[in-house]
């Protein structure tokens, strides 16, 4: 079937609405004849005369008269698709966001970023949820409107990408640990007893990668899937964890940190989206007071190259 003229119906919107060719002819600036090839070619598409002679005038067929509500709320609608999105009235939004984040996020740029968000706009409320993969169904299948994370080779190809801040891998013990006084030397630190945070059971990582280069390995104690367990334990024993600082800051209150005394990867947190969302008012809303939060609690603001996978108009995209 071949498919219909859809610019037919703005037409066909005048010309039930004036009852008249000339009159529509007028209206839509249209020759007469323009219009009545118009009249005629609706007259095939719907197989209905639509007006019909009655007089010197034209009256409605009883298929015309069904049709004359629809058309207009199908041209007004597709008027109101087209347009320009409105201005966005934090005043007045009320909606739900959920954004799926990893541990510590909350804790650290949570109080901030609900202050932010309340003193904008008091109708909306975000809902965090546990991120316990990189997986971006969620955000393809619009059940979660943000994510915050490392980009990983799961991600979706379409999803958009931008860089927050940047992270460091710094260890952590608890106070009053044996090893606080002295230097940190890669060989003090190798030879203590360590957690491995890895969310998905590996026995290795980053620092051990970086020790075998020294030709070191660390004795691991306990492998853990979170921050929060990890830091949990070494507050309450001699074991060292090796988490991201940043990401930690609130978690570890009252525990020693320390720089690693090997050299590992920067960390580079990002704020991921559905192509779909990119030019929803509310959502670039959301994402600017993301970024500023972030931008602005501590550290080194995100920077970079470009990403492949680039962010909407008027943000500024970097290497994650």
Not at 237 to 252: C, F, K, M, Y
Not at 256 to 273: K, Y
Request: with cysteine.
């Amino acid at each position: 079937m071949s498919k219909p003229d859809l610019n037919l119906l703005a037409t066909l919107d005048v010309l039930l609405a004036e009852g008249s060719v000339a009159r529509a002819a007028a209206r839509l600036r249209l020759s007469p004849s323009a219009m009545s090839r118009a009249l005629a070619r609706l007259r095939e598409t719907t197989g209905d005369p639509l007006l019909v002679r009655a007089g010197r005038g034209l009256v409605p067929t009883p298929r015309a008269l069904e049709l004359r509500g629809r058309v207009g709320r199908l041209v007004q609608d597709a008027e109101a698709v087209l347009r320009p999105a409105e201005t966005l009235d934090l005043g007045r939004l009320a909606r739900t966001f959920t954004l799926r984040t990893r541990e510590g996020f909350v804790e650290n740029f949570g109080p901030d970023l609900i202050a932010r968000v309340r003193n904008e706009a008091a109708g909306v409320r975000l809902r965090f949820v546990q991120k316990p993969d990189k997986d971006s169904r969620l955000l393809r299948d619009g059940l979660v409107d943000l994510e915050t994370g490392v980009v990983g080779d799961a991600i979706s190809p379409e999803i958009r990408v931008q860089a927050l801040f940047r992270d460091r891998v710094i260890g952590v013990m608890r106070a009053g640990h044996p090893l606080i006084a002295g230097e940190m030397t890669p060989a003090r630190y190798a030879a203590s007893e360590h957690i491995l945070v890895s969310r998905l059971g590996r026995d290795r990582g980053p620092v051990d990668e970086a020790l075998a280069a020294l030709g070191l390995e660390r004795k691991i104690v306990t492998i853990v899937g979170g921050f929060s367990a990890a830091l949990a334990l070494a507050r309450a024993s001699d074991l060292i964890a090796s988490v991201p600082e940043r990401h930690t800051g609130n978690l570890r209150a009252g525990m020693h940190s320390f720089p690693l005394p090997v050299a590992t990867p920067d960390i580079t947190v990002s704020l991921l989206w559905h192509p779909r969302q990119d030019a929803d008012p509310a959502h670039r809303w959301l994402r600017a007071c993301i970024r500023e939060v972030c931008a602005g609690s501590s550290g080194l603001p995100a920077r970079g190259h470009p990403h492949p996978r680039s962010a909407a108009p008027g943000e500024p995209v970097t290497d994650a």
